[in-house]
């Protein structure tokens, strides 16, 4: 029966352990997806990388920024930017120089219509009697007069042009009198913002006078073409002759216009074109300035170069020169 007992026992504790579940005093194991290793030459590579990303960034900034100033062609008068345009050279440095700027594209262009054998250059017109006169930050003014030399003691300052055109071997040279401009408006009771808008408006005004007295003198006078009469001659010759043809014709009105033009034009071709090749050799006279075909069939006289500067100034290019942004 003891036996007994101990078997029955030892039966019920092998249930009771294969009942509970082996517990493991371990922690279980967490599985984490494991990363690639680690490319030691791409790690290398991430500073120069960066820098080159943001090294574009920079030189995009930079080169945006110009092209927003010279949107609308204006430039500062103050360490402008490189130009291409050799045509006109600026080297005015008198009073609100680094208040205007230069509308480069509309000078550019209105040069290129006129097509003067030469430069423009702007510059401060060059007085015997020096005024050095600046407008002060509160709006004030002060002056300055002295004396240079050979200058006489009581010479009449006002005698002195506010502006001038001077031919020089170069091409043309227009000088401003800014001294006695400020002189002008001060005189005006003009000061501070008043006085900076008039005197631009007024540099602007001479400026533009000053570029269409160049081109006049240049097409229109002998004192820079030899030939210029014979040029004229020619010129006035085809129309006047074809109109005393058509009047001994008795042509009617609009046969004559009609008539007239034509044979005009195709006189004024026939010289341009026979002196570009024959008589220019010879030097009976400089040839025009053709920069259209269709100028082949105009005088030999420039004078619509001339008319097409007085509209250019009149109309697109009236603000050469404008109040600093």
Partial sequence: MTMGLIQEGLRRSGEIRNALAPVSLNPPEIKVNKLPARDARLESRIPELLSLVLGEKDKAERTEEPKLKRADGFEPFVNPEPSENTLFVNGYNGNFTQKMDLNRKGVARVLQIAHLDGQVFLTTLSLNRQKSIEANPDGSVSAKRFLLYQEKAGEDEKDSPLSRVV?????????????????????????????????????????????????????????????????????????????????????????????????????????????RSHFRAIKFSPARNIDHPLEYFAPLVEIDKVARTFAFLSLKGRKLVREAK
């Fill in 167 to 275: 031919a020089v071997p170069q091409g043309w040279r227009i000088e401003i009198n800014d001294q006695r401009l400020m002189d002008e408006l001060t005189e005006r009771k003009l000061s501070g913002e008043e006085l900076k808008k008039a005197f631009i408006n007024k540099f602007n005004g001479f400026f533009k006078a000053g570029i269409l007295k160049a081109v006049w003198r240049e097409k229109m006078s002998s004192e820079k073409d030899e030939y210029f009469r014979n040029k004229l001659f020619f010129s006035v010759l085809c129309p006047a002759s074809q109109i005393m043809l058509s009047v001994l014709l008795r042509e009617t009105p609009l046969q004559a216009v009609i008539i007239d033009s034509v044979i005009i034009f195709t006189l004024y071709g026939l010289i341009n074109l026979r002196r």
